[in-house]
């Protein structure tokens, strides 16, 4: 049932109407007044459903976008992500689904420039940065979220390229749940979705629609990859 309903969702996407989109954004406006606030935590914006309290930076990534980011820094696998350990099925092993960009001791994404107050990987961050504040529903209607570049003038190039990037951005979102839900079945109860706690000897499996690894985490040093398949 859901995976029909994500493959309607998909079909609807790949035909969403960019320039109402682009439309939507001009009349927003935006520009990005490089405050940092979207790659910091901030306690006032964690989300909080049921025993998950997920930070406002734990930003899941595709695992094209992981790609990227390695390719041009030549980082390791855990150099850029760590398991979503907000997102966890408990069974006989501990399932994370998929993975967020890695965050530094104080909980900063690592790729922000704390001297420059600036992304590091500006030309390479993940497609999800690229798009804040802006989302699509599944409907096409615009989602802002909290951002401090609101309500700026913007460029029609400028928001056209945005819009194109939102309805790219779902489409991959979309076409990455269909493949964690393809791969694994019926592992994946979304009732059962929990976070896990942090704790030297912590074994996970992390499933991102394309590969499964095993890691496991250690007081000091953080995770490390066992195995993948
Ligand atoms: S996108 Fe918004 S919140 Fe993020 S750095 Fe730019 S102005 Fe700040
Ligand atoms: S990748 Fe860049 S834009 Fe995205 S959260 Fe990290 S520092 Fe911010």
Redesign the pocket.
């Known amino acids: 049932m859901l995976l029909e309903n994500l493959k309607s969702q998909l079909v609807r996407a790949r035909s969403m109407e960019v320039k109402d989109i682009s439309n939507n954004i001009r009349e927003v406006g935006f520009k990005c007044m490089r405050c940092?606030w979207?790659?910091c935590p901030d306690p006032d914006f964690e989300i909080e459903i049921m025993d998950i309290h997920r930070p406002s930076?734990a930003?899941s990534v595709l695992p094209r976008d992981i790609r990227v980011i390695q390719d041009a820094t030549g980082y390791n696998l855990l150099d850029v992500v760590e398991p979503d350990i907000y997102s966890c099925i408990r069974g006989e092993k501990t399932l994370a689904i998929g993975w967020i960009?890695k965050r530094k001791p104080d909980g900063t994404?690592?790729?922000?420039d704390d001297n420059k107050n600036i992304?590091?990987?500006?030309e390479h961050?993940?497609l999800i940065?690229m798009c804040f504040p802006f989302f699509l529903d599944g409907s096409g209607m615009l989602e802002v979220r909290h951002c401090y570049g609101t309500h700026q003038q913007i460029e029609g190039i400028d928001a056209l390229e945005s819009g194109q990037r939102l309805v790219r951005y779902l489409t991959s979102k979309i076409e990455h749940y269909i493949a964690i839900w393809e791969g694994l079945g019926a592992e994946l109860d979304l009732d059962k979705l929990s976070q896990v706690r942090l704790e030297h000897g912590l074994v996970l499996q992390v499933f991102d629609g394309e590969t499964k690894s095993t890691v496991k985490y250690s007081d000091g040093t953080g995770f490390h990859l066992v195995q993948d398949y």
Request: aromatic share 18%.
């Open positions: 940092g979207c790659c930076n930003i960009l994404c690592m790729f922000f992304c590091g990987i500006y961050r993940p940065c």
